[in-house]
């Protein structure tokens, strides 16, 4: 390198006209020097994210599926209307669900008295199974001809409404949908506890909202 300084000097010193130029001082020759790397690696935190190098994280939320949903005429913990009950017209309400589950091929529904107990078990007023799950929605005192139903505790085919006890305090009904990966295999006129059974056996996600009724 000093070589080569050495002979730039002397180089400039005739310019091969008989003039004489200054001499160069090597000192007063500006180097050039390369900027160091500013990159910067974002590494792989295995988690589905990755850190952007100065302390913050970009983080990839997972996809988050809504709940499997059920809809009734009353409000969770709300009071029955008496049209589905023994003192109306005893028929069962309109249900509509949502956001079934993937691999649903059917959708069951029970309705059961928790303040009521027969036999060590919640009084059973309805269970039906055989819905289809692209139907969304089952209308009023509807039994679709894929469906069936258990015998309630009353002894019934079918849907049974509250019918608590005059003077009793409000008793508290809970209406359930079942999401089933298979057919419970079950035929009409079961009885309701061997028949819920055998959907619970095959439920993949359920739902329910409770509802009040007194006499």
Request: proline residues 10%; charged residues 20%.
């Amino acid at each position: 390198m000093l070589g080569a300084v050495a002979l730039l000097v002397l180089a400039a010193c005739d310019t091969g006209d008989g003039k004489q130029l200054q001499p160069v001082d090597p000192a007063d020759i500006p180097t050039s020097t390369a900027a160091p790397s500013t990159t910067t690696d974002i590494p792989f935190t295995g988690d589905g994210g990755a850190t952007t190098g100065v302390g913050e994280s970009m983080v990839i939320e997972p996809d988050v599926r809504e709940p499997f949903q059920l809809a009734a005429p009353w409000l969770d913990g709300a009071r029955i209307d008496q049209r589905y009950t023994c003192e109306g017209r005893n028929v069962a309400p309109p249900l509509s669900w949502a956001v079934v589950p993937d691999g649903t091929v059917e959708i069951a529904l029970s309705m059961v008295d928790e303040s009521a107990v027969s036999d060590g078990q919640p009084f059973v007023h309805w269970v039906i199974a055989g819905l289809d799950p692209g139907e969304i929605a089952l209308a009023e005192g509807d039994v679709p001809p894929t469906a069936v139903q258990g015998i309630n505790f009353f002894g019934d085919v079918g849907y049974g409404g509250p019918c608590p006890p005059p003077g009793d305090e409000a008793h508290v009904y809970r209406l359930t949908a079942y999401a089933l990966n298979q057919t419970p295999g079950v035929a009409d006129g079961t009885p309701a506890i061997e028949f819920l059974e055998a959907v619970e056996a095959v439920t993949i996600e359920s739902v329910d909202l409770t509802g009040t009724f007194r006499r």
